[in-house]
């Protein structure tokens, strides 16, 4: 099993910079959506669209608004039509970048996506030319704080999981897609506390950045991206040592 997440740190970053940006509410009601999505409006049926709505509960979101969330998720918003789209090219430094949209105006998103590629200082690419460096999992976090690992481990792995790693804050645990609700509601039947469930992309092969800088840029890039409308979700490759992490604080 491995270590340290290596996402944890940009994660943990994220989390930071979001709150300070007042942008806490839409990524909370965009998880709803991508859960909903994934698994249906049912929340006693889809687990991971009912930790995504407890999430935003627990980060005071309006009903109106999960409601809303909900229902754009699961298609069922009268008048309106949403298309999933996955952007992929190259930010800062030549790393890779997929950035997942939803959208009822592919005619309106693409060509604001596009240049948001070209403001980061990169180039958006043709389908295919990232997408074979990336792995879509299932993601499940768990809060730390007098846990057990072998025996959290034992409970994820019985319930269909592959991985897991630790920080100071919690674990995180891998998983086959198909696999995402039955694992994340077996743990937390176990009495653990689950505080995400969710698909991601995880890249196979990473790029080290190495300089403060360099750093800043890729953030940035995230920032720019993950404030657009439309966007779900962005991924990238690069990975942020925790000292040049800190020098970011």
């Not at 980061?120 to 030319?129: D, L, N, R, Y």
């Not at 689950?194 to 360099?214: D, H, Q």
Request: with cysteine; net charge negative; aromatic share 6%.
């Amino acid at each position: 099993m491995s270590g340290h997440s290596k996402w944890a740190n940009i994660k943990h970053r994220k989390a930071a910079q979001d709150a300070k940006k007042g942008v806490a509410y839409q990524r909370l009601t965009k998880n709803i959506i991508a859960a909903a999505k994934a698994g249906g409006g049912d929340p006693n049926a889809n687990f991971q669209l009912k930790v995504a709505i407890d999430r935003a509960r627990e980060g005071n979101v309006p009903m109106d608004n999960i409601e809303r969330a909900i229902k754009r998720g699961a298609g069922n918003l009268e008048g309106v039509t949403y298309e999933d789209i996955t952007y992929e090219g190259y930010g800062p430094g030549g790393v890779a970048v997929m950035v997942e949209a939803s959208t009822d105006n592919r005619n309106r998103t693409a060509p604001e996506i596009r240049s948001l590629f070209l403001k980061v200082g990169g180039a958006i690419g043709e389908v295919g030319c990232v997408a074979w460096n990336f792995e879509r999992r299932g993601m499940v976090t768990v809060k730390g704080g007098g846990v057990d690992e072998d025996t959290l481990l034992g409970v994820a792995i019985d319930a269909g999981a592959d991985d897991m790693s630790s920080d100071e804050e919690g674990f995180e645990i891998i998983c086959d897609p198909s696999a995402l609700s039955s694992v994340a509601r077996a743990i937390k039947d176990a009495g653990y506390v689950v505080e995400g469930a969710e698909i991601s992309m995880e890249p196979k092969t990473t790029v080290a950045v190495r300089t403060k800088e360099e750093a800043s840029k890729l953030m940035a890039m995230i920032d720019r991206f993950e404030e657009h409308d439309d966007v779900q979700n962005v991924y990238s490759n690069f990975e942020i040592p925790d000292e040049i992490l800190s020098q970011l604080e």
